[in-house]
């Protein structure tokens, strides 16, 4: 399938990034200053100083993975291509929910959208309209709230990692804090006290939903795959849901970098949009 | 991507890479590790102006545009890169006119031009980090009106800089008092421009391509490279594309530049 480069427009579906963007838990946050002004240096300049896990950023296999693959290793030819953008909001997903395989089959069910070998897959829950640096969603429909997005947002189990891996998945974006359940992530320890809500929700022990050998499965499980992921995706996404379009994500070309800051767009023809 | 072919235009940064004179280096360090942590995660120190970046009205312009605020528009769009590696040696100028004969430029494209200096690069085929620097190309000032008048919003240059040494802190003032840096170059375009010196470079044109075309919202990238020097790139049309992260305040950005090609 051939695009008409001509004829896109590009959409950003990209948060702001600043030092009011919150990193993930236990990762500091940026740090900007000016260290030269116009007035004295006849140009500005700033410094600055951060973790990589803010706004939206692209992992690399080497995050995890001793060894392994760093952004600049990434070759652009997998950092551009087609990609499903699955709204589970239509199937009433929501706080400390789990998602799966069968969620993404009804869709390509409900929508008649094929997700194909190779294709990236974005998956929209909905949070980034709760992360403290979404700028493009309508004022109205904006509600910064970094606790529901960082400790309560949906995620996958084990069932989910293997069926990406079988259905040849390139790689993943997240419109929230991570794409593994917070529960199976360092969250389930820093904020216990929320343990029993979680439980509660599903009336189930969190062993027994989120096993600790299944701890953070969606980066063990997947990077040594080269399933890499980005997180913190969001900007202008509500614009393209259930659609399958061209997407690009461009990290800086960070050499020896575990994870990257990156653009992440859409190419949409104008007539499409 | 369908039947389109991509172009890295951008060159590795870490560590490593020299740095613009008077400003801090690129540093990273790792602040979590797999034994102990459970993950790898790493931490930088930075300058904008390192590697591949793109530079924002505000790094100029008091109130100026920051990178989040430049439309994603400007960034991807037709334009061209135009050669002119035949035809530069150090510190040589190049004009509208070269650029003209070689490729045309349509008002409102992305323009790059590849001097083929970023083979100086620290990652690029021949590293000579003095040449790199001290002693790249640069434009004749008659660019600042063509750049208007093309109304083009991006450009960039496979170079530390789209400013010509002399027009810089490197043919002024860099090293006064020390390694004197600054009369090495001065020296050099003495001996090639002679009588022209003054001329081609007056006092009040220090920065000029920044300080002349960022209230015109005029930008540039910096730093071009990766896969610039591809023939089949040159003197035709493309798509090209400038990928800065959101960075909302920045007045620069690291970034990743593409060349997007139809294939036939």
């Not at chain 1, 896109?8 to 200053?33: M, N």
């Not at chain 1, 997700?115 to 998956?123: K, R, Y």
């Not at chain 2, 083009?152 to 530390?160: A, L, P, Q, Y």
Request: with cysteine; charged share 25%.
């Amino acid at each position: 399938m051939a695009i008409d480069l001509a004829r896109c427009r590009v959409l950003d579906l990209s948060q702001d990034w600043d030092i009011h963007t919150p990193g993930f838990a236990l990762y500091e946050g940026p740090t900007v200053k000016w260290i030269k002004r116009v007035a004295f240096e006849r140009a500005g300049g700033q410094w600055i100083s951060s973790t990589l896990h803010v706004g939206t950023h692209l992992d690399a296999p080497l995050h995890f993975i001793t060894g392994g693959q760093d952004i600049a290793a990434i070759p652009l030819n997998k950092l551009v291509g087609w990609a499903c953008i699955v709204d589970l909001t239509r199937y009433g997903i929501g706080d400390y929910d789990i998602y799966g395989p069968e969620h993404f089959e009804q869709w390509e069910r409900d929508t008649g959208i094929r997700i194909q070998p190779g294709d990236i897959l974005v998956i929209h829950t909905g949070y980034h309209h709760y992360y403290p640096s979404d700028w493009a969603t309508d004022p109205a429909l904006r509600q910064p709230d970094e606790t529901r997005y960082f400790i309560k947002h949906p995620g996958p189990t084990r069932a989910f990692a293997d069926w990406v891996l079988w259905r040849q998945i390139s790689w993943l974006a997240v419109d929230c804090a991570s794409a593994d359940h917070p529960f199976n992530t360092v969250i389930r320890k820093i904020r216990a006290d929320l343990v029993p809500e979680f439980e509660a929700k599903h009336g189930k022990s969190i062993s027994e939903l989120l096993p600790d050998s299944d701890y953070q499965v969606m980066h063990f499980a997947l990077f040594p795959h080269g399933v890499i992921h980005i997180e913190n995706a969001g900007g202008e996404i509500d614009k393209v849901l259930n659609r399958r379009i061209m997407v690009g994500c461009f990290p800086w070309r960070f050499k020896g970098g575990e994870a990257a800051f990156c653009r992440f767009v859409a190419f949409v023809p104008e007539d499409e949009l | 991507m369908g039947s389109v072919k991509l172009y890295d235009l951008s060159q590795p940064l870490n560590q490593e890479v020299s740095f613009w004179p008077f400003y801090p280096p690129f540093e990273v360090k790792y602040i979590k590790r797999k034994a102990e942590h459970g993950v790898n995660a790493q931490y930088i120190m930075t300058s904008n102006h390192m590697g591949t970046h793109l530079d924002a009205p505000r790094h100029f312009i008091t109130n100026g545009k920051t990178i989040d605020q430049i439309p994603l528009e400007w960034l991807y769009g037709p334009g061209v890169i135009v050669d002119l590696s035949d035809v530069l040696d150090e510190l040589d100028i190049f004009t509208p006119e070269m650029i003209e004969q070689r490729v045309e430029v349509r008002k409102g494209d992305i323009l790059f031009i590849h001097t083929g200096w970023h083979r100086y690069a620290q990652f690029g085929e021949t590293p000579d980090e003095e040449k790199y620097l001290l002693r790249h190309p640069g434009p004749h000032p008659s660019i600042v009106d063509w750049l208007i008048a093309k109304k083009i919003k991006i450009w960039g240059v496979d170079m530390v800089s789209t400013d010509h040494p002399m027009n810089l802190p490197i043919g002024r003032f860099l090293g006064r008092g020390g390694l004197e840096q600054w009369k090495r170059v001065r020296a050099i375009c003495e001996r090639k421009f002679g009588e022209k010196l003054t001329e081609l470079f007056p006092e009040e044109h220090y920065q000029l391509t920044h300080n002349a075309l960022f209230p015109h919202d005029c930008i540039h990238v910096e730093n071009l490279g990766g896969e610039i020097s591809r023939r089949e790139l040159h003197n035709r049309r493309l798509t090209l594309g400038v990928f800065p992260w959101l960075f909302k305040g920045g007045e620069a950005a690291f970034c990743r530049v593409v060349a997007f090609v139809e294939e036939s």
